[in-house]
């Protein structure tokens, strides 16, 4: 079965910093993707970003970066020049391309200070 | 771009009631739906898969008969809360993927449902 951890519950950045948060995953499979979430006090799940495992290129949406470690299992997000919009719970996610099923991490709440 | 709507965003029903909560796919079909629940800060638990014109697959420790799980169309799934109780009170969010099973197409997720039993 796939795991995925975030080991980090809350975090906190002041606006106009740069954050990394943090994910690991575990799985024996070979072809998956993983994907960042973003669930905003709205609770409306907002994608971030998403990588194919087969990609060796970290993904890229404007501020928002990965840092894919395939050997490591481990997924992490660097969120650029933090705005107040940004605070929000954090959700790292895993699908496999067997199933389609996505599982989630604990989530990390990160809060962005004036 | 894809819209899930689900509705309703908030109910409240008394225990021994039951509760029904739709998920529709708005603009594209979806032969796929995932149920989640989640509880206040907390992640998002996958309590079944719900196929079309098939009977929905639950994932270990989740009591289909309690949570009855129907896609009878491309475009809606419901999950009916049967005997509902207290603890059964939750947030629980619908999501679908446009097309086939393709794992890089990212889930389209509905604004949730929040449930609460008195």
């Known amino acids: 079965a796939q795991t995925v951890t975030q080991s980090q519950p809350e975090m906190s950045v002041q606006e106009a910093e740069t954050v990394t948060l943090s994910c690991t995953y575990d799985?024996?499979?070979?072809?998956?993707?993983l994907f960042w979430y973003k669930q905003p006090p709205s609770r409306q799940m907002i994608l971030v970003i998403r990588?194919?495992?087969?990609?060796?290129q970290n993904a890229t949406e404007n501020r928002f970066s990965v840092n894919f470690q395939k050997a490591a299992k481990s997924f992490s997000l660097k969120i650029s020049d933090s705005q107040l919009g940004d605070t929000a719970m954090y959700f790292c996610?895993?699908?496999?391309?067997?199933?389609?099923?996505?599982?989630f991490g604990q989530g990390t709440t990160l809060q962005v200070k004036p | 771009g894809a819209v899930v709507s689900q509705h309703p965003s908030w109910v409240i029903c008394k225990s021994g009631t039951s509760v029904k909560i739709e998920c529709r796919s708005l603009?594209?079909?979806?032969?796929?739906m995932f149920w989640y629940r989640q509880f206040p800060k907390q992640s998002l638990m996958l309590m079944a898969t719900?196929?079309?014109?098939?009977?929905?697959?639950?994932e270990q420790g989740v009591e289909k008969d309690k949570f009855l799980i129907n896609h009878a169309s491309l475009t809606l799934s419901t999950l009916t809360v049967t005997s509902a109780h207290p603890e059964d009170s939750s947030f629980y969010i619908c999501?679908?993927?446009?097309?086939?099973?393709?794992?890089?197409?990212?889930?389209?997720f509905g604004n949730g449902t929040r449930l609460t039993v008195t």
């Open positions: 999501s679908a993927r446009r097309g086939a099973l393709e794992g890089y197409s990212p889930l389209h």
């Open positions: 799985t024996s499979e070979s072809n998956y993707y």
């Open positions: 990588q194919e495992a087969y990609k060796q």
């Open positions: 996610a895993f699908v496999s391309s067997n199933t389609g099923k996505l599982i």
């Open positions: 603009d594209f079909q979806a032969t796929t």
């Open positions: 719900s196929n079309e014109g098939s009977k929905a697959t639950y």
